[in-house]
């Protein structure tokens, strides 16, 4: 089944922890991106990667950092997270940056 | 730069009631215009889309036509389903302005259908 993975699902963390959100997608899709849902903002796109070892900003990247060193994954990194990173957050791929996204289940993400 | 702005909800209906829910845009150049539902405690989908000016996006009774001239791409269900309660997101995508060909999403309208 063609489909975009993230884990956790649901985490709770506290201020400066390091955390990684991972996204997979089995689709071999060039185009992955983060976004984040915050109630009445919709969604934000904070990174995206057009390919293996080429990422860009988004809308609204600071205090995260992704990678992507295979085309399958790209993992959402925090490394000192905050209260106002406490968001939904959801993950994205498709096969060009113009194509169908198709995005994974969402990871609600807390920061005590 | 561009920018989506879609009616506020939350939207409550009854069933079998006429749905609009309206969406304009601001974009440099032509953008391509999309509507993406979110059930409940799921991901976004794409619920339809349209790439030029006069297309009509159409997909599980929902329409939407794509407006050059009210810069508008309003969404229409003509008999509302308690399935179908969900937030709808308005979004597009421009090579221009800005966003380089990556999606801007409105603030999405939650709909709530009763029985």
């Known amino acids: 089944e063609a489909q975009v993975t993230q884990n956790p699902r649901y985490l709770i963390t506290v201020t400066g922890k390091k955390l990684t959100v991972t996204c997979s997608q089995n689709?071999?899709?060039?185009?992955m991106s983060w976004y984040r849902q915050d109630p009445g903002l919709g969604l934000r796109q904070i990174y995206y990667?057009?390919?293996?070892?080429?990422?860009d900003k988004g809308d609204v990247p600071e205090g995260y950092k992704v990678s992507r060193k295979e085309k399958r994954n790209f993992p959402l990194i925090l490394e000192s997270p905050s209260p106002n990173q406490t968001s939904l957050y959801f993950c994205?791929?498709?096969?060009?940056?113009?194509?169908?996204?198709?995005f994974g289940p969402g990871t609600r993400l807390t920061v005590l | 730069g561009n920018s989506v702005t879609q009616m506020e909800g939350p939207v409550t209906l009854s069933e079998e009631a006429f749905l609009t829910i309206n969406c304009t845009y601001t974009a440099t150049g032509y953008p391509s215009l999309f509507w993406y539902v979110q059930y409940p405690g799921e991901g976004l989908q794409l619920l339809l889309k349209?790439?030029?000016?006069?297309d009509k996006g159409s997909n599980k009774g929902f329409e939407a036509t794509y407006r050059k001239e009210t810069t508008s791409f309003h969404l229409e269900k003509g008999s509302v389903q308690v399935s179908d309660s969900a937030v709808y997101f308005c979004?597009?995508?421009?090579?221009?302005?800005?966003?380089?060909?990556?999606?801007?999403f409105g603030k999405g309208t939650k709909l709530s259908v009763k029985p």
């Open positions: 689709m071999n899709h060039e185009y």
């Open positions: 979004a597009l995508r421009s090579l221009y302005g800005g966003s380089q060909g990556n999606l801007i």
């Open positions: 990667s057009m390919n293996v070892e080429v990422t």
């Open positions: 994205a791929s498709s096969s060009g940056r113009t194509d169908t996204q198709y």
């Open positions: 349209a790439t030029k000016a006069d």
